[in-house]
């Protein structure tokens, strides 16, 4: 399975953009996928997952309601809809694939065996 995460750039704070992450295989839609991300010094953090069907949902406690993630299984590709950007938001974005028998939290690093590169995300103040 490869992963192809884009949709990176610099954005001023209040601003938007939406990451994509793009995958391989056909049957992309039997799996949980996760955003991450890890900003400079810090550890990989959280972001957002949503189960295969995208029927369900998941969101970091930081986010405060600016992100959504979405997916659109006939595409191969899950989205990151990124709102209302702060500064601290600035980071690498990677999204992953997880586990499907993995019994641990969906919130955990651990439990994505496929990583896609990463994009830069950088906001300024």
């Known amino acids: 399975v490869q992963l192809q995460a884009s949709g990176g750039g610099l954005v001023q704070a209040g601003g938007s953009l939406r990451l994509s992450c793009a995958a391989s295989?056909?049957?992309?839609?039997?799996?949980?996928i996760g955003w991450f991300r890890q900003a400079p010094g810090k550890e990989r953090e959280f972001v957002a997952a949503?189960?295969?069907?995208?029927?369900?949902?998941y969101y970091g406690d930081s986010l405060e309601g600016r992100f959504t993630i979405s997916r659109d299984n006939a595409k191969n590709t899950v989205y990151l809809q990124m709102n209302s950007l702060k500064p601290e938001d600035t980071a690498v974005y990677y999204c992953?694939?997880?586990?499907?028998?993995?019994?641990?939290?969906?919130?955990?690093?651990?439990?994505?065996?496929?990583w896609g590169q990463g994009t830069l995300v950088t906001v300024s103040s």
């Open positions: 992953a694939r997880k586990n499907p028998y993995y019994s641990g939290s969906y919130t955990h690093a651990s439990a994505y065996d496929y």
């Open positions: 949503i189960s295969g069907s995208g029927g369900d949902t």
């Open positions: 295989r056909r049957t992309f839609s039997s799996y949980y």
